[in-house]
């Protein structure tokens, strides 16, 4: 199943993809007992429902996606929590030694945007960066967990661009500002379920920026694996419905080409995740 949240910014509406895609059915018009927003969805037990929804859902439920506004899946996540120089391809264009547990660092969630949302240059940027990552979104609350359970918490995947001002990253000696601007954190196109994404270990991801092909990778090439990573965050961290975890990104970014190719304003950044979609996102 493909959950998405769709409507104008700050008023989306929970809705399942039929069609090939094509169309969305409004979970809560299609029956009212499911909520209208994704994190109530998350937080109870809608699943088997929103199922059915899907399969029979009246007419007056169905819009066309290509009328609609896609907002991310989870338009206000309580945490995003990201994994740093976590891809083997990435640590090796940089000259990084992998590092031995996951390198954490968080980005606000106000940074949140829609999937083909434009991106923000901000006054004051001299160096914007795109980042084409595996999104994972969280279906339980979870602390403690194990990391051979840990893939049993997870309600979906996605796509997620981790949009970085190098700048204020490096300048700073830290990465919140610099990774946290508004807009900075455009994801979805929708909760992919895991029966529909598959092995979150064994899928491709690409950018392209104005159609030149930037990165390509796998997931395959990750140091640390989403289970270990989710066991790790919640040693101490509780992890609860709708937080998102941006699984890091693989070499080919901007600021490590020689020279550089960083983002201008007008630039088109195309990212897309096997079996999860394609996001577009305008520099503005």
Same mark, same amino acid.
């Given at each position: 199943?493909?959950?998405?949240?769709?409507?104008?910014?700050?008023?989306?509406?929970?809705?399942?993809?039929?069609?090939?895609?094509?169309?969305?059915?409004?979970?809560?018009?299609? %029956?009212?007992?499911?909520?209208?927003?994704?994190?109530?969805?998350?937080?109870?037990?809608?699943?088997? !429902?929103?199922? =059915?929804?899907?399969?029979?859902?009246?007419?007056?439920?169905?819009?066309?996606?290509?009328?609609?506004?896609? #907002?991310?899946?989870?338009?206000?996540?309580?945490?995003?929590?990201?994994?740093?120089?976590?891809?083997?391809?990435?640590?090796?264009?940089?000259?990084?030694?992998?590092?031995?547990?996951?390198?954490?660092?968080?980005?606000?969630?106000?940074?949140?945007? #829609?999937?083909?949302?434009?991106? @923000?240059?901000?006054?004051?940027?001299? =160096?914007?960066?795109?980042?084409?990552?595996?999104?994972?979104?969280?279906?339980?609350?979870? !602390?403690?967990?194990?990391?051979? %359970?840990?893939?049993?918490?997870?309600?979906?995947?996605? @796509?997620?661009?981790?949009?970085?001002?190098?700048?204020? =990253?490096?300048?700073? !000696?830290?990465?919140?500002?610099?990774?946290?601007?508004?807009?900075?954190?455009?994801?979805?196109?929708?909760? @992919?379920?895991? %029966?529909?994404?598959?092995?979150?270990?064994?899928?491709?991801?690409?950018? !392209?920026?104005?159609?030149?092909?930037?990165?390509?990778?796998?997931?395959?090439?990750?140091?640390?694996?989403?289970?270990?990573?989710?066991?790790? +965050?919640?040693?101490?961290?509780?992890?609860?419905?709708?937080?998102?975890?941006?699984?890091?990104?693989?070499?080919?970014?901007?600021?490590?080409?020689?020279?550089?190719?960083?983002?201008?304003?007008?630039?088109?950044?195309?990212?897309?995740?096997?079996?999860?979609?394609?996001?577009?996102?305008? +520099?503005?």
């Amino acid at each position: 199943m493909r959950l998405v949240s769709y409507g104008p910014l700050g008023r989306e509406r929970l809705g399942v993809l039929i069609d090939s895609g094509n169309s969305i059915v409004d979970l809560n018009r299609a %029956d009212a007992t499911i909520p209208a927003s994704m994190l109530e969805f998350l937080n109870g037990d809608f699943w088997t !429902k929103a199922r =059915q929804a899907a399969l029979s859902a009246p007419t007056a439920s169905v819009v066309k996606t290509n009328s609609v506004r896609l #907002g991310a899946p989870v338009p206000k996540p309580g945490q995003i929590i990201c994994v740093g120089v976590n891809y083997k391809d990435h640590a090796d264009e940089q000259g990084h030694p992998y590092p031995p547990a996951p390198l954490l660092f968080g980005k606000s969630p106000t940074s949140v945007c #829609g999937p083909n949302d434009d991106v @923000v240059y901000p006054e004051g940027v001299t =160096q914007l960066d795109y980042e084409v990552e595996l999104g994972v979104i969280m279906g339980k609350r979870a !602390k403690g967990v194990r990391a051979e %359970d840990a893939l049993s918490y997870v309600a979906g995947y996605c @796509v997620f661009h981790d949009v970085s001002a190098r700048c204020a =990253q490096f300048g700073d !000696k830290q990465w919140f500002r610099g990774k946290s601007f508004d807009t900075f954190g455009p994801f979805g196109p929708a909760l @992919v379920t895991p %029966d529909e994404a598959g092995d979150p270990h064994a899928l491709r991801l690409s950018s !392209k920026v104005n159609g030149d092909l930037r990165q390509n990778s796998t997931t395959a090439n990750l140091i640390h694996t989403v289970d270990k990573i989710i066991a790790y +965050i919640t040693r101490g961290i509780t992890l609860v419905p709708g937080d998102v975890i941006a699984t890091g990104t693989p070499s080919g970014v901007g600021v490590f080409f020689k020279p550089p190719k960083l983002l201008s304003r007008g630039d088109v950044v195309e990212l897309e995740v096997q079996n999860l979609g394609k996001m577009v996102n305008k +520099i503005v």
